[in-house]
């Protein structure tokens, strides 16, 4: 299905699942893990450099173990209730799963605040700078699927 024709906020139900599966999902859980092994290399091989921010493997690794348990229990307990508009389940964990969006959200900030907002330091090598470009496309990526989610599809179920 080809999304760009139709703004997300105005596709049906299950396009718009459709596009959070298999467009944001699938993309974020094939990057976080490139994204950490990048981060643990430049950590490694830039140690010395003050402008390396401290600890950025460890909060990458904590962004994807977040995301990719959140992932796991969203499609399990809420997505897969939403299809074809069924109403959802009175024990839909629909607050819960906004929780997890409020923590993966922080865990972007601290990644922002760590980065300098993904700006690499003059000293970067094509590594870093492409880490933080993929690391600040992810964060994009991210805020706009949890707003489809939170602002979009969410509030479609909740009565």
Known sequence: MNYQQTPAEKLDTDALLDLI????????????????????????????????????????KKLEHSLTDHIERENAYVL????????????????????????????LKKLRQMTRNYRAPGSACRSWQRFYLELNALDSSLSKQIYLERDVLFPRFQF
Do not use: C, F
């Open 21 to 60: 599966l298999r467009g944001y999902d699938a993309a974020h859980l094939e990057q976080l893990p490139k994204l950490h092994r990048l981060a643990r290399k430049i950590e490694a091989v830039h140690r010395a450099n003050p402008d390396v921010p401290k600890g950025i493997t460890l909060a990458v």
């Open 80 to 107: 897969k209730r939403m299809e074809h508009d069924q109403p959802p389940m009175p024990d839909t964990p629909i607050a819960q799963m906004n929780e997890e969006h409020s923590v993966i959200q922080r865990q």
